[in-house]
């Protein structure tokens, strides 16, 4: 599957953004979906994911403040990010695989191409 990151951008913090990941052809159903992010400097961290079965998973640094969700009669995953703060600022990248929803950014097969997320104090 191919996917399509969108949605970054520059915000206060505070602020709300909601990053979308458009994936390519009509297996998406089948594939689990997540959302890790790289800040310069460091390993890419698992942000958040959502199985083919709907189970949800997040890193404790966003729990509460980011959800994720699919839609999947538009093969979009999405990652509506409230309550932002300096610390998630990183490029942010969705990934996809058939195994399940692992933290390891090693454990997917498709990656997007990334988008930034900067948020300033």
């Known amino acids: 599957v191919q996917l399509q990151a969108s949605g970054g951008g520059s915000v206060q913090a505070g602020g709300s953004l909601r990053l979308s990941c458009k994936a390519s052809g009509r297996t998406f159903r089948w594939y689990d979906m997540a959302w890790f992010r790289q800040a310069p400097g460091n390993e890419r961290e698992f942000v958040a994911g959502?199985?083919?079965?709907?189970?949800?998973y997040y890193a404790d640094s966003v729990k509460g403040r980011f959800t994720i969700s699919r839609n999947i009669a538009k093969t979009i995953a999405y990652l509506q990010m409230d309550g932002l703060t300096p610390g998630d600022t990183a490029v942010y990248y969705c990934a996809a695989d058939r195994s399940g929803v692992y933290d390891s950014a090693q454990s997917y097969e498709s990656w997007g191409q990334g988008t930034q997320v900067t948020v300033s104090s």
């Open positions: 959502i199985s083919r079965d709907t189970d949800i």
